[in-house]
């Protein structure tokens, strides 16, 4: 049996993982079939009201807190955001993009427009996790981060080493693959042709229930605060999923995006 429509699918993953790098995407992203801009170079505001609805529904208080971002982008903007609304100190945490000044610039004047408290005094940025000292932060959060996170255990015992004791996290996280036209084509691969053809670098294919083991493991208690799937495009591709997602649970397999609060233990 051939899933015809992974010739498009393969042509365009080849074409992804060859000739575009990274900040190619930045600029050109818009123009790639079935790709998506990092909203946080467009404008922030979602990205923390979306933080504040979670926070909402969890009972979590944002104000006068700690916050490190994880995988905040090339600009301190959701920062500017953050601090203007809630007060306290944002750290962004960014260990691949290349701070663009620039784009930082129009961001801040972006938000000044609507937020006039907004400061640049209040955030900084830093490449490693690493490099934050223990119990340093309140609350954790990060937007379409942990989908590309190669080492999810390492990176929750580092969240949980940063955090206070009850610390949160806040995570928001889409398992879709990101050519969004073909959202579970991936799972249709072998591991060592994904991880060696068609891998763009950052897609290690986690699944909802494995991110949640993982943080059970790093001491973590988690509530899935919302969960969306796809049966119908999961449906699609079931005959061909390779060996490793074929036994797997298929409600966790149709998962496209899911939102996390997690506390660490007191």
Same mark, same amino acid.
């Given at each position: ?7 498009? =699918? ?164 889409? =398992? ?5 036209? =073909? ?67 298929r409600d966790m397999l149709s998962t496209t995006t899911a939102a996390l609060a997690c506390r660490k233990a007191l």
């Open positions: 049996m051939i899933l015809w429509s992974n010739l498009e =699918y393969v042509t365009l993953r080849i074409i992804r993982r060859f000739l575009f790098n990274g900040d190619v995407l930045d600029r050109l992203g818009t123009f790639i079939p079935y790709w998506r801009v990092n909203q946080g170079r467009l404008d922030p505001e979602p990205i923390v009201t979306a933080y504040q609805q979670l926070a909402r529904q969890a009972g979590i208080n944002l104000h006068d807190r700690r916050v490190v971002e994880l995988g905040c982008g090339a600009t301190n903007g959701t920062g500017y955001e953050w601090t203007a609304r809630f007060g306290g100190h944002w750290t962004g945490v960014e260990p691949f993009a290349l701070f663009d000044q620039d784009l930082d610039a129009t961001l801040f004047a972006n938000v000044r427009m609507s937020q006039p408290r907004a400061s640049r005094e209040n955030t900084s940025r830093m490449r490693d996790l690493a490099g934050l000292e223990s119990s340093s932060a309140d609350i954790i959060v990060s937007n379409s981060v942990l989908e590309h996170v190669r080492d999810p255990l390492a990176l929750f015992e580092q969240c949980s080493r940063v955090l206070v004791p009850g610390g949160l996290m806040l995570h928001q996280v889409d =398992y879709r693959d990101h050519f969004f036209k =073909y959202p579970f084509h991936f799972l249709t691969f072998s591991k060592a042709l994904w991880d060696n053809l068609l891998d763009p670098g950052d897609l290690p294919r986690y699944r909802l229930d494995e991110h949640l083991a993982a943080l059970r493991v790093s001491g973590f208690d988690c509530e899935v605060l919302k969960r969306e799937t796809d049966f119908a495009a999961l449906s699609a591709v079931v005959p061909f999923l390779a060996p490793e997602f074929s036994t797997r649970d």
